[in-house]
């Protein structure tokens, strides 16, 4: 059991103080002669059991025997579950306390190697092993929760660190993976619970009042690549300064005609930010005179205002609108172009 993993005891504290809008996943270990206890907890707080463990052990046999018998592979599953003492103690349970429920899984390398499986050999297990090494930061997360998401589900690193100061708007629901119960939400905490849910075991880390100049440095801190997302322009460019200066690979996907920029930095130090289209800090966004005025010098290096003005969708929001339009398509197609720019950093 890690130092953070829970006992009974340990989830019995828990739950009387959990409180709905935590994010964070706990890890349960139960022992075989805990179960009476576990269950009866579960249910005095109305914490729903979800059990498959059986099933799970079916699907790590499938790995591990992939040449075995069906017998072999039943074999496999019955002697873990007596290896364990009781099914209730194989592998561990991961509590969610935003929507109560405990899930039985396997354990953290068993899970690995199954939930992994099928990205082979898309990805070698070598390189699967390298990747689960790697700490990845998402600055932004309309794009960016979509791409911290998709580098999740494709274990595309070990640690994923999240940062946004926004909550949830109504607004933000024609492009993003979420519900109007979650409304009013900080949007860290509802990209945090979707990776959670994913994988548990993964290592998450939030800034949830986004990232600013006294933070950047903590931000970038161990970090080996950053998919940056956000619409702030200095931030934007201290982000590559200071990636730059630490050999720190950027990533940027823009959520309109697949537009992906790469700078890696570690491999060309030389490089300079925004591969040098831009070479003046931008103003901060209430620096500028007009909505027209700050999507031309946003848009400047992603080939220029007059690539950009081709599109009428853009010229009517720079006349009019609060906001730049989105949509879920355009915002997936940018998370699958910086998740896949991920791995190629």
């Known amino acids: 059991m890690s130092g953070a993993d829970l006992d009974v005891d340990g989830f019995a ?10 994010w964070q996943a706990r890890i349960v270990r139960v022992s075989p002669g805990d179960y009476n206890r576990f269950t009866a907890c579960c249910r005095e707080h109305r914490i729903v059991q979800s059990d498959t463990i059986e099933g799970q052990l079916a699907d790590l046999a499938r790995v591990r025997l992939p040449a075995g018998s069906g017998v072999e592979r039943d074999h496999f599953v019955s002697d873990a579950v007596a290896a364990a003492g009781h099914r209730v103690a194989v592998g561990a349970w991961a509590y969610f306390p935003w929507q109560a429920s405990v899930v039985h899984l396997l354990d953290r390398d068993g899970f690995f190697e199954v ?19 790697k700490r990845v930061g998402v600055l932004g997360l309309s794009v960016g929760g979509e791409s911290a998401v998709t580098v999740a589900q494709e274990h595309l690193c070990g640690e994923i660190v999240l940062a946004d100061f926004d909550r949830l708007d109504l607004s933000n629901l024609n492009r993003l993976q979420a519900g109007v119960d979650e409304l009013g939400l900080r949007k860290t905490a509802i990209v945090a619970r979707r990776i959670a849910r994913i994988d548990p075991y993964l290592k998450v880390t939030v800034f949830e009042d986004g990232v600013t100049p006294a933070n950047l440095a903590a931000f970038l801190d161990g970090l080996d690549l950053v998919v940056e997302e956000c619409d702030t322009p200095p931030i934007k460019h201290e982000v590559r300064v ?24 570690a491999q060309w130090p030389t490089l300079r930010p925004f591969h040098g289209v831009v070479e003046t800090p931008p103003l901060p966004r209430d620096g500028y005179p007009t909505q027209r005025a700050f999507l031309k010098a946003l848009t400047a290096w992603l080939g ?18 609060p906001a730049t339009p ?13 998740a896949s720019g991920s791995i190629r950093s």
């Open 13 to 22: 504290r828990l739950v009387v103080g959990a409180h709905q809008s935590s």
């Open 242 to 265: 200071q990636a730059k200066a630490r050999g720190v690979d950027v990533v940027y996907a823009g959520d309109e005609r697949g537009f992906l920029s790469v700078e890696p930095y």
């Open 304 to 321: 220029g205002w007059s690539n950009r003005a081709k599109r009428c969708v853009v010229i009517r929001s720079s006349r009019a609108k």
């Open 326 to 338: 989105r949509g879920r398509s355009a915002t997936s197609l940018g998370a699958c172009y910086s």
């Open 115 to 133: 939930i992994t499986n099928r990205n082979r050999e898309k990805i070698t297990r070598a390189e699967q092993e390298f990747l689960r090494t």
